[in-house]
């Protein structure tokens, strides 16, 4: 009687599952992490896990995580501390900088915000939902008036 491992699982992009796994949630040689060119890969291992995608995703929602594989893992792979500390600086930028610059400053982070709420969507309850809503609307409304549209 044969042993049924997680490489058996329908769907997991393993040998004998039918379905290719994305090229960035493959696991690493044995022993170190590599890139696709055989480099040693930096940063944080990917979590274990067997979807990287929604599933049953169509259309734009599924072209856009597809783009988003490449940066999701690359913001993964950073030191945990740079992307809060990025965010926050230029978040303050926008508070502390009354003029165009500091609209400029927020953009990113209404951008970045807004990605990873679209990205989470799925999971998300509502009350999860109604926050990165609110967190989208006053930030929206932090950039008009850096704009001067108040």
């Not at 890139?35 to 169509?58: D, V």
């Not at 783009?67 to 913001?75: G, I």
Request: net charge positive; hydrophobic share 50%; aromatic share 10%.
């Amino acid at each position: 009687m044969a042993d049924k491992s997680s490489s058996d699982r329908p769907g997991s992009g393993r040998p004998g599952s039918g379905r290719p796994a994305h090229p960035l949630a493959r696991p690493a040689a044995a022993g170190r992490r590599t890139t696709g060119s055989g480099r040693a890969a930096p940063g944080r291992p990917l979590p274990p896990g067997e979807r990287f995608f929604t599933p049953g995703a169509a259309g734009t929602r599924q072209t856009i995580e597809r783009l988003s594989a490449a940066p999701l893992v690359f913001l993964f792979r950073l030191p945990r501390w740079i992307p809060p500390v990025v965010l926050v600086v230029l978040l303050l930028a926008g508070f502390a900088v009354p003029s165009f610059w500091g609209g400029l400053a927020v953009l990113p982070v209404i951008a970045f915000v807004g990605w990873l709420a679209y990205m989470s969507w799925p999971s998300l309850g509502a009350k999860g939902r109604i926050l990165r809503i609110a967190l989208l609307a006053f930030l929206l409304l932090l950039a008009a008036d850096r704009f001067g549209a108040f």
